[in-house]
């Protein structure tokens, strides 16, 4: 059974930082490309940033502007998403994502075409 747990979500104030986590279990990671996407009340699920198997090739939305960084463990099957300098439109249930796109540097960001997906983690940035 695949499961993708996210944490470390949680209230913090704009500017802060937050690390969030996406423990994997159940596939091949290396076979699989990362994603985290995002969903606010009333919008829908957008695309944020995602990494390739190996962690060599990464792409992101325009509205990150440098402040957000994605990384994977394949040692730990656990992909990351570092995030500096949060606003209030950052608040949002922030979801990981599977795509399996295994040996290639390519990347979506279609969340059509991800496998997998976490329950999410809440993140609320407060002014």
């Known amino acids: 059974q695949v499961q993708l747990v996210e944490s470390g979500g949680g209230l913090v104030q704009a500017g802060d930082s937050l690390r969030l986590s996406c423990a994997t279990s159940?596939?091949?990671?290396?076979?699989?490309?990362m994603g985290w996407f995002r969903q606010a009340p009333g919008k829908e699920r957008e695309f944020v940033a995602v990494?390739?198997?190996?962690?060599?090739?990464?792409d992101y939305a325009r509205f990150v502007e440098d402040r957000f960084i994605i990384s994977r463990d394949n040692t730990k099957n656990t992909v990351y998403l570092d995030m500096n300098n949060l606003n209030l439109e950052d608040t949002a249930v922030y979801y990981c994502?599977?795509?399996?796109?295994?040996?290639?540097?390519?990347?979506?960001?279609?969340?059509?075409?991800?496998?997998?997906w976490g329950q999410g983690t809440q993140v609320t940035v407060s002014s």
């Open positions: 159940g596939l091949t990671f290396t076979n699989y490309a």
């Open positions: 994502a599977a795509d399996l796109k295994p040996g290639t540097y390519l990347t979506s960001t279609n969340r059509h075409e991800y496998e997998y």
């Open positions: 990494v390739n198997w190996s962690g060599s090739n990464t």
